[in-house]
């Protein structure tokens, strides 16, 4: 398993998750956020996104399983993006890459 000092600038650690409606019902349930851009097919159609975009906070969500479970502590010097405005059932590759120098 990875640790902070495994890393040098420049190097990166990847996940993916592909999140499902269910997971989105979910989500909702627990934060209450109804926005139509997350839950309305006809609102969504009408926006620059074209259809429905998953919450940013649940796709965020994925930084804490790769630090909590890949790097099993906290990640200064990092930096991560998704690199798409992530939709359900879209496959999202999370990366995160170290930018600056650990110590």
């Known amino acids: 398993m990875a640790t902070i000092d495994d890393f040098h600038p420049g190097q990166h650690v990847m996940l993916s998750k592909t999140f499902t409606e269910d997971d989105v019902r979910r989500f909702i349930e627990i934060t209450g956020d109804v926005n139509p851009l997350h839950v309305d097919d006809d609102f969504a159609r009408c926006t620059r ?55």
Do not use: K, Y
């Open 49 to 103: 996104f074209g259809r429905r975009v998953l919450h940013g906070m649940l796709t965020a969500s994925i930084f804490s399983t790769m630090v909590g479970m890949l790097l099993h502590q906290a990640v200064p010097g990092f930096r991560a993006w998704f690199g798409v405005e992530p939709n359900v059932d879209d496959e999202l590759r999370q990366f995160m890459v170290a930018d600056l120098p650990m110590r």
